[in-house]
């Protein structure tokens, strides 16, 4: 659908679910393809799995994005292999259940460590390759919860996902002389391997509330940062792009066709 042949991505969280599915359309459409998790495991069965799709290089980089040097190691290892890194997606995220009565410090610290520190070190150590693009582009996965919804157990998340879209109406400012975007995609429910911790009762619950009827999948969050990532999408900064089937829309259940 989208040609990014000769362009270089690294995808944060990329060896599953929503980042699996951002990995896949841009390794269907010939870019070369970082992805970066921490399990080792999951990273060569990806590896393996996204070389059979294109034509571009894959290669997966073991990284915490909560820990800044490590994600300076990703985005070296990038430009090493690829010789630059046109895009950046700042992915890799957790959504924990933490009720607010009982959420202690450490549970607090921690999803911020993860979500908020770790988009900002994402993005902070690809920035001197993004800049020397010439076409650079940022791509944020926040949520609908946070920025647009709530849901209980998820205070701490909508909160770290909420920052996400702080950050990027600034970076967009401070990198637009760049030539760089910063936009944000905003999943509803999308049918991942974190998500279906939750349990069936939560995914079915959760299947009526969207119009749309079905939840999501990861390469529909993927064929927005492909397009994201393209050149007839550079004038595009800044934004929250909700991908939802619709699920925020309805004033009550009542307002869904049954
Ligand atoms: P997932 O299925 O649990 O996958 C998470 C990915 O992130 C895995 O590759 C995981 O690999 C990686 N990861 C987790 N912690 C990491 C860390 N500290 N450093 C590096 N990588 C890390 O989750 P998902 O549902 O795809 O969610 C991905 C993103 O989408 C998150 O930012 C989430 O907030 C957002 N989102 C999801 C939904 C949804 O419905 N699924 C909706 C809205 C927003 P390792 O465990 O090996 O590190």
Redesign the pocket.
Same mark, same amino acid.
């Given at each position: 659908m989208f040609d990014l042949q000769g362009r270089s991505v690294v995808v944060?969280?990329?060896? +599953?679910?929503?980042? #699996?599915?951002i990995a896949t359309v841009f390794a269907r459409a010939g870019a070369n393809v970082a992805?970066?998790? #921490?399990?080792t495991a999951?990273?060569d069965t990806?590896v393996a799995d996204l070389e059979q799709l294109g034509s571009g290089k894959v290669i997966g980089v073991q990284?915490?994005?909560?820990d800044r040097d490590?994600c300076e190691a990703l985005a070296s290892r990038t430009v090493e292999a690829f010789g630059g890194i046109d895009v950046v997606c700042a992915?890799? @995220?957790?959504?924990p259940d933490a009720p607010l009565a009982t959420m202690t410090p450490e549970q607090l610290t921690g999803i911020f460590?993860?979500?908020v520190n *770790?988009t900002f070190y994402a993005v902070q150590a690809c920035l001197d390759a993004l800049i020397a693009s010439g076409s650079g582009r940022v791509v944020l996965?926040?949520?609908?919860?946070g920025p647009i919804t709530g849901y209980p157990g998820w205070s701490h998340?909508g909160a770290? +996902?909420a920052a996400q879209l702080g950050f990027m109406r600034t970076a967009a400012i401070e990198l637009a002389p760049h030539k760089i975007t910063v936009n944000a995609i =905003?999943? @509803?429910?999308?049918?991942?391997? *974190?998500?279906?911790?939750n349990g069936e009762e939560y995914i079915a619950s959760m299947a009526r509330s969207i119009p749309a009827g079905a =939840? *999501?999948t990861?390469e529909d969050?993927g064929h927005l940062a492909a397009f994201l990532a393209t050149k007839e999408a550079g004038y595009i900064t800044g934004q929250a792009i909700a991908v939802d089937g619709g699920q925020v829309l309805p004033e009550s259940l009542d307002a869904i066709a049954t």
């Open positions: 944060t969280g990329g060896t +599953k679910g929503i980042g #699996r599915g992805v970066a998790g #921490r399990s999951d990273i990806c990284t915490d994005v909560s490590q992915n890799a @995220g957790v959504f460590a993860v979500n *770790g996965t926040s949520s609908i919860t998340y770290t +996902k =905003l999943p @509803g429910n999308i049918m991942t391997e *974190g998500l279906l911790d =939840l *999501g990861p969050i």
